[in-house]
């Protein structure tokens, strides 16, 4: 059984990883964002113990980054445990490395965008005059929000949607998700925050995927 859930930001995953902790001792959450951009150089010492603190596997230092990571998604398969990857999916890892059998945890961009950039890392809209507020700021969000989705249809992935959690897991058959799915709170929104015309920038960024995944806009 492949047990690896990819995700980003602002979608459940601090409540996700507390509650697959409590009866999974083993499992490993975003070790990837241990690491620093540009999986074709080398580790750096610290980023070695980073990654290791996080999922007990040692980066090789005389091996890319990259090279590591399929050791380390190889060494994931053969022990059968529960992890999580938050980041690579951004420098297309699973795709490029054909790497399938995934499942991939998506929210809608708008609840998305307000969970992540303004409540929960503020600081990524910090460099935007505007913050939240500017086309600059959603433009950024939505580059990584469709990398993400795409990532996920280029591995012929499953999908689980932040607002239909429960149904998407029974549909999916991830039972090894069970822990996290059954005490899932799908009802968080974020609406009536970004103004009009800058959520309409958000819809029309990632309309091509989005109408992939959800029928309508307000969900």
């Not at 902790?21 to 980073?50: G, Y």
């Amino acid at each position: 059984m492949n047990r690896q859930l990819v995700h980003w930001g602002g979608m459940g995953s601090t409540f996700l990883w507390a509650e697959m902790k409590k009866v999974q001792s083993d499992f490993s959450c975003r070790s990837d964002v241990m690491l620093d951009p540009d999986l074709s150089r080398f580790p750096k010492q610290e980023e070695i113990a980073r990654f290791q603190s996080r999922s007990s596997f040692v980066m090789n230092s005389d091996r890319t980054v990259e090279e590591n990571l399929l050791a380390y998604e190889y060494f994931v398969r053969k022990t059968d445990r529960c992890v999580t990857w938050g980041k690579v999916f951004i420098d297309q890892f699973f795709s490029r490395n054909k790497i399938g059998n995934l499942v991939f945890l998506v929210r809608h961009p708008l609840h998305m965008y307000i969970s992540l950039f303004m409540r929960k890392h503020p600081k990524f809209a910090k460099p935007f005059v505007g913050g939240i507020q500017s086309v600059m700021c959603v433009e950024k969000f939505t580059l990584l929000w469709n990398r993400l989705v795409f990532e996920g249809f280029a591995t012929k992935a499953s999908f689980i949607r932040f607002e239909y959690a429960f149904e998407d897991f029974k549909r999916c058959d991830i039972g090894w998700l069970e822990p996290a799915m059954s005490k899932w709170d799908s009802s968080k929104r974020n609406n009536g925050i970004l103004l009009p015309e800058f959520e309409e920038v958000l819809r029309e960024k990632t309309r091509l995927l989005y109408d992939e995944l959800y029928l309508k806009w307000d969900v």
